[in-house]
Structures are given as C-alpha cells and as structure tokens.
C-alpha cells in the first residue's frame, strides 16, 4: 500500500516543482523517441521468446509421443509385411495406438514435393504405419529387434534423431529472445542515463540557481528524475501499442504457415506486452536518478 | 552567526586567502572591499558553505562547515539569503515564480498570497511580475534578486557587488533596501570596490568596512 501510494505520489507530482527544471528540446524527444523504439523491439523480442517457446514445447510434446515405421518390401510381400507390422504393435506394451496411413494420408504428405498427379500406384512407396505411445511409452530397442526378425522390410523412426536438435534449436532461439529482451532493457537504461546526464549538463545554471536558494539533492534529482520517467512511460507506452500493431496485422498461421507466421503472440499472451511500458519506467527511473545523483555528488 | 577562524583557501598553487579570522554578529553590518580579484566572491562563498576552507574553520549558525552533510548546507542556506552580481534566475520562470523559488524548493507557502505583492512593491517590481528574467533590466533584476534572498526571512543577506551593473542612482535605491533589512535585524554583508557606495552609507548605517589586501582581511572603519 505504501509502495502503490508512493508511486502515485510520484506520478502526480508538484507542479510547481515540475516547472523548475526547463523543458529541454533535444534530450526530451531522445528520450521519448528510444523509449519508443525500445519498446517496440522488446514487443518483438517477447514475441519471438513466447512463439519459439510454444515451438519447442509443441515439437516436444507432439514428436515425443508418436513414431513412424516405414515398410519397404517388394510389392508382393508389403500387404503380408504391414499385417506382420500391424501384429506386432498390437502386442507391444507402450502402444497405445497404430494405423497404417492410407493412400490419400500418403498423397497429402508428398503432395508439396511431387505435385497432385502423383501416380502413387504405379510407383514403389514405402508404407506409413503411425504409431502413438501411451504415457509408459514402448521400448524401441525391443520393438526394433522384433520388426527385424518378422518384418525385415520395416524400419523404426521414433523421431529422437531430428526431435531433439530441433527442441533444443527452439529452445536456444528462446534463450537468445530473453537475452534480446535483457539487451534492449540495458540499452535504454544506458540512452536514458546519456540523455538525463546531458540534461543535468545543459542545466548547470539551473542546478546552481536551486543550490543557492537552499534545495537539497534529493528534491533538484526528484524533478529531473520524475520527468524522464514519465517521458519513458509516454515513449514506451506508444511503442508498446506500434508493436503490438503490427504483431497483431502479421499474416496468422493456417494449416501451410510456419515459424514466421507463428511469431504472434496467442491468447493470453497478449497481456504480456503490458507490462514493457512499466517495466521501461522503472529503467528510466533507476539512471536517471543514478545519473542525477552521481552528478549532483560533483558540485556541492 | 557566521565565524571564520584562521582561513585559509586557494586555487591551484596560489593561495587567495590566508589566515583570515572574522565574525559576523547577528544585526550587523559589513562592507567587504578590496581591488578585483582579491578574494570578496571567494569570501562570501565560504560564507555560505559553497566552498570548504582549506584551512582553519567556518561555522555557520554554530555549525563547522566541513562537518556539515549535503542536506545540512541546504539546510543552512535557507537562513542565508545570496544576492549575486549575475543574479542567476530561471529564465523560463516568471519574476515572481523566481521570488517564489526558494519557498518552492522548501515545500513552503506565503502565509498570505498578498506577502508576494507587498515584497514586489517593496523593491518596486509590481508590474514587472510576469515578466521572464531576461526582459528585464539590470537594475530590476538586482532587486528582484534581492526580493528572492528575503523571502525566506533569513538571517543574514550575503550580496555580491549587487551594484556592479547598476547605475549610481539605481545603487543608492539598492542599498537603500539593503539598509532596510539591516534595521529589520538582518545581518548584511555587502562585497563592492566601490568606495562611493561605502561613503554614502555612512549616514545611514553603522557599518564596518572589511577590506582584504594580501590575502589578509583587515578592519578598514578609520579610513572612510
């Protein structure tokens, strides 16, 4: 209670003592403009962190939990080798379910590559079988072994060779949009605390005039210090709603989209971007008044 | 009030003043004179602890300077009203904002908003009072100065060359006021060379003129 009504009491300030730190052109709309555009790449930045997040938790729930086995047998022993394959799965514990893709499951996935006239009948195609675990999972190592021995034609992918680089490709890109957001954040402390101390700089006089008639440091650091608070909150606040704008006008994802078009931010996450303009003023606030203090500390 | 004992300050390798030993009582009043360069600004500076002696002690109300903490020289210049030969105001302020200030930065109000209308008829700048410092003259900008070191009531009035840009006339209006605050009871200090200005008091105030000379400050009241 105490900390929200000294953050009110802050934000309406004293008029009169506003007034007596002049209205500085050049470090204002510095401010305000890398405010802004902090702001607007730290929506980006958490946008990429959130998408390449549910990326990885996606391709690491979804593969974790199916497999793949390929039937490649002459064209008079698939039928008997799929029944063998099917068998198999039907008594191994782990499996929760198992399906033969058909023919048009089969066209769809190779559609993109070879167009839509693919003659799949008269070409030698390997047969898909879809496998599903259950929450125990199966043993690869014991189930590969049986497929070698009754069913030489099929071959077992259940997807850790390319999952697992994958996840842990999402997984970094997730890291690196964290460290991007950690970045943007020291980078407009450091333009707020040049802009605060060129202000304080181009102030000497008004700094002299408030020493000399008997203002103490705590009250000539407040007035620049809530000043360029709440040039950042403007600032970032508008850059924030830009950001947002143009995640929200990105193309959506459909059934074709991938990474890119992924990069939106999802439900509840839209709350999220919320929380920059706040966050931004309370770097702002930090250097400023350390830029302020250190300088005043300079001259007695 | 303010005492210096056996101070010392100089900058870089040469010494301004040295072994300087004064007092200045409540209600009394100073001249401080000597050629330029002498050390009057660097005097009235120690006296109101924006420079520290490098040697010896100033105590201001009782207080040792070099003891003092940041807020406590804030603290004392509220009671020390500063009039300087560049005045140094806010530009972007009105006049009576500038008269205000120092009330402003102590979170201080006029008991009565008429206080503020009876300082400006005081020093003649009623209708002066929503004008930006640098659309005044010399002259007004001196009193408006010193309207601003009064309105906190201090004790004492430190004016540096306060006529230094003025005209004779506007001189004799200035010191006129000075006189004034000194029957109040203010303790005033006046820093000047100029010789004039000291004569004319004499039939007014009882003055004591302090003229510094070889980084020395000596009684000078027999030689007027």
New interface residues.
């Given amino acids: 209670m105490t900390l929200l009504s000294n953050i009110l009491r802050f934000l309406s300030g004293d008029a009169?003592?506003d007034?007596?730190v002049?209205?500085t052109g050049f470090t204002a709309r510095l401010t305000v403009f890398a405010s802004a555009a902090m702001a607007f790449l730290a929506v980006f930045a958490l946008a990429f962190s959130l998408a390449t997040g549910r990326l990885a938790d996606r391709w690491g729930d979804a593969l974790a939990k199916s497999a793949t086995i390929r039937i490649s047998a002459p064209a008079d022993q698939m039928d008997a080798q799929l029944l063998a394959v099917t068998e198999i799965l039907a008594t191994t514990p782990g499996v929760k379910e198992a399906r033969p893709l058909g023919e048009d499951e089969q066209r769809a996935l190779l559609e993109p590559w070879f167009g839509p006239d693919l003659p799949l009948d008269r070409l030698p195609i390997p047969r898909l079988v879809e496998v599903i675990e259950d929450d125990e999972g199966f043993d690869a190592a014991g189930l590969r072994a049986r497929l070698a021995g009754e069913a030489p034609g099929a071959i077992l992918d259940d997807h850790a060779r390319w999952r697992e680089p994958l996840v842990k490709a999402a997984t970094r890109l997730r890291s690196l949009g964290l460290v991007a957001i950690v970045l943007i954040t020291a980078l407009a402390g450091v333009v707020i605390t040049l802009a605060a101390s060129a202000a304080l700089s181009a102030n000497e006089?008004?700094i002299?005039?408030?020493?000399?008639?008997?203002?103490?440091?705590?009250?000539i650091a407040h007035a620049f210090v809530r000043r360029y608070t709440l040039r950042a909150l403007g600032g970032s606040a508008v850059g924030t709603v830009l950001g947002a704008l143009a995640l929200f006008l990105l193309p959506s994802a459909g059934a074709e989209g991938g990474f890119l078009t992924g990069l939106g931010l999802q439900g509840w996450q839209w709350l999220w971007p919320l929380v920059i303009p706040p966050f931004a003023a309370l770097v702002a606030f930090l250097a400023t008044r350390q830029a302020a203090l250190t300088t005043l500390q300079e001259k007695? | 009030m303010i005492e210096l004992e056996q101070v010392a300050y100089g900058y870089g390798t040469g010494t301004l003043l040295s072994d300087v030993t004064m007092s200045l009582a409540q209600g009394s009043f100073h001249f401080l004179t000597g050629p330029s360069g002498a050390g009057k600004t660097t005097l009235m500076k120690l006296c109101y602890?924006?420079?520290?002696a490098e040697q010896g002690s100033v105590a201001l109300f009782g207080q040792n300077v070099r003891d003092m903490q940041?807020?406590d020289?804030?603290?004392?210049?509220?009671r020390i009203g500063?009039v300087?030969q560049d005045c140094?105001?806010?530009?972007?302020?009105s006049l009576a904002?500038n008269i205000m200030?120092?009330l402003?930065?102590?979170g201080r109000a006029l008991h009565d908003p008429s206080e503020l209308q009876e300082l400006l008829a005081w020093v003649g700048l009623q209708q002066q009072a929503n004008a930006k410092p640098p659309e005044l003259s010399g002259g007004e900008r001196q009193r408006a100065a010193l309207a601003?070191a009064v309105i906190?009531s201090p004790d004492v009035i430190l004016a540096d060359e306060p006529t230094g840009n003025v005209d004779w006339d506007m001189s004799v209006r200035l010191l006129q006021l000075l006189v004034e605050l000194n029957r109040m009871g203010k303790t005033v200090v006046i820093a000047t060379h100029d010789m004039n200005l000291i004569r004319s008091a004499k039939s007014q105030v009882q003055a004591r003129v302090l003229r510094i000379s070889n980084h020395q400050v000596t009684a000078a009241g027999a030689n007027l």
């Avoid at chain 1, 002299?208 to 009250?219: K, W």
């Avoid at chain 2, 602890?49 to 520290?52: D, H, K, T």
């Avoid at chain 2, 020289?73 to 509220?78: D, K």
């Avoid at chain 2, 140094?88 to 302020?93: E, R, S, T």
Wanted: glycine share 4%; no cysteine.
């Fill in positions: 009169q003592a007034r007596v002049p209205p006089q008004v002299r005039v408030l020493r000399l008639i008997g203002a103490r440091d705590s009250y007695r | 602890g924006e420079l520290v940041r807020d020289v804030a603290e004392i210049r509220r500063v300087h140094q105001f806010l530009d972007h302020l904002e200030l120092p402003t930065v102590s601003r906190m």
